[in-house]
């Protein structure tokens, strides 16, 4: 198997360990599947960010919400994986969000960049929102329809 079937090969696994973080609300954890800098970016802006401290803010934010709505189990199913060249790939995942009991609470999709490190690590260098805050939103007002 090539060095760069190998790595694609990874990617499901990295993804793994990003949920495992994201459910243990390990913000230290979640940081370390990114390089610096890296870019946040969805329809209405664009967030670059240089420092591990605040990337760890915006992810404490996110676990926050989590926290807040009960979510404990996330999968990610990746969708695919397009090498641009032997250590860059593109990223097609949705991510799902389920309660306490394993019921759907939203999912959305988001398209990574991904490098690998000098160690041979993948890295998120770019993570692109498609749909997170709309997938957010509407469960949220069907969430707060149901207990009105």
């Not at 605040?54 to 009960?70: A, D, R, S, T």
């Not at 060249?85 to 609470?105: A, E, G, H, M, S």
Request: aromatic letters at 14%; a neutral charge; hydrophobic letters at 35%.
């Amino acid at each position: 198997m090539s060095v760069q079937a190998q790595a694609l090969n990874r990617v499901n696994n990295f993804f793994e360990s990003y949920a495992q973080a994201l459910e243990n609300f390990d913000t230290k954890a979640m940081a370390q599947h990114y390089s610096l800098p890296c870019t946040f970016l969805d329809d209405k802006s664009a967030e670059v960010f240089t420092e591990a401290s605040k990337l760890e803010g915006l992810f404490n934010q996110g676990v926050g919400f989590y926290k807040q709505f009960g979510i404990t189990y996330v999968r990610p199913d990746v969708w695919s994986k397009r090498a641009w060249t032997d250590r860059i790939i593109k990223v097609k995942l949705n991510w799902q969000y389920f309660d306490k009991d394993k019921k759907p609470v939203y999912n959305c999709d988001y398209n990574y960049i991904l490098r690998l490190d000098k160690h041979d690590k993948w890295k998120i260098e770019v993570a692109v929102s498609i749909n997170e805050k709309e997938h957010m939103e509407a469960w949220l007002q069907k969430r707060d329809g149901q207990s009105s």
